[in-house]
């Protein structure tokens, strides 16, 4: 498995267009206290006087995002991914591969491992860290196969009587050529279906991007979780834009009329829990962010325990056809 951000440290600090002006504050904070390390001069008074404005922007800017700007922050960069919840959530982790029918898709990781002591299934996207990882992970669009991968690992799961956890974050299913000759519609179709089938406890987390029927194929579960700043969508805004003004430059008026957000979603009774992110989102704090979420796990986990797989079954049909009709 290769090596995940968690376990490294950012070099350069990447920022959003909006984050301009808390950029230039940390950048002076950082000239600051180059000089006085350098030059011996006392100025922590200065130093920690910007830094407390800095964090005022931060905690100001962060407290008003509009949709457009939690998309951005949804598709940081740093943002932690799906191997980085792997690496820190999940103990023994074993990778399982392909869809034997096809090849191996490693946009959707998946595998065995133990949360917190309790013997799960995990499948989640993976963008990918670096270049040459987004090429390889295909920027966590998924192929066929890979569709046909969770279902066969949702089987499995089934079968043994363990657990599913997903970790959304996806700008959607690959439309490739040859992903739709494969069968991409009807391998999302099967993927969804399957979750509906199965009587084990499905807890999905969308940590990024959820967009279209991509997602869904493995967030058709129990419970939705998702980080507060992700976004969840029928189709990217900029698609959206393309689809109903011919322009995808009018993407920031889709985002805003989508309700894609997580706190549009929660009241719409789309999701189920909002997961707080550090100030600054979850880039910033990785280790916190990774570690919140990972106690929402636990605590939704535990809403199944002891319930039989009929049960869980029906709950999990119940929720799903329950959307829309308290509006």
């Known amino acids: 498995m290769e090596p995940t951000k968690s376990d490294r440290p950012i070099a350069v600090r ?43 922007a931060l905690v100001d800017t962060y407290g008003k995002l509009s949709p457009w700007q939690k998309t951005q922050v949804a598709r940081h960069p740093d943002r932690p ?13 074993t990778p399982l591969a392909g869809d034997r029918y096809f090849s191996e898709d490693e946009a959707v990781m998946g595998g065995l491992g133990r949360f917190r002591g309790r013997p799960v299934v995990v499948i989640g996207h993976e963008k990918g860290s670096d270049t040459e990882g987004r ?43 040859g992903a739709e000759e494969r069968g991409q519609a009807e391998a999302i179709a099967r993927s969804t279906d399957k979750c509906l089938e199965v009587g084990v406890p499905i807890i999905a987390v969308v940590i990024g991007e959820g967009g279209s029927g991509g997602a869904v194929a493995i967030a058709t579960a129990n419970r939705i979780l998702m980080l507060e700043h992700s976004i969840y969508t029928v189709a990217s805004p900029e698609a959206a834009a393309s689809i109903l003004w011919r322009d995808s430059a009018k993407a920031i008026d889709a985002a805003t009329n989508m309700k894609i957000t997580a706190q549009d979603l ?35 986990l535990a809403e199944f325990d002891g319930k039989s797989p009929s049960e869980i079954r029906r709950m999990r049909h119940d929720r799903f056809l329950g959307i829309g009709r308290q509006l």
Do not use: W
């Not at 904070?29 to 000089?35: F, N, Q, R, T, Y």
């Not at 046909?148 to 363990?162: E, S, T």
């Open 14 to 56: 990447t920022y959003l267009d909006f984050e301009k002006p808390i950029a230039e504050l940390e950048s002076k904070v950082s000239e600051l206290k180059a000089l006085e390390n350098g030059e011996g001069v006392q100025i922590s008074d200065e130093i920690k006087k910007l830094e407390q404005k800095a964090k005022a």
């Open 81 to 93: 991914h799906c191997l980085d919840y792997v690496a820190t959530l999940i103990e023994d982790f």
């Open 266 to 300: 929660d009241t719409l009774g789309v999701i189920d829990v909002i997961i707080r992110e550090p100030v600054g989102g979850a880039h910033r704090d990785r280790a916190l962010a990774i570690q919140t979420a990972g106690d929402a796990i636990a605590k939704a």
């Open 135 to 177: 090429i390889r992970h295909n920027f966590g669009m998924a192929r066929p196969e890979g569709y046909r991968k969770a279902v066969r690992l949702m089987d499995m799961a089934d079968r043994f009587n363990l657990p599913v956890l997903t970790l959304v974050d996806t700008a959607g299913a690959y439309p490739g050529i």
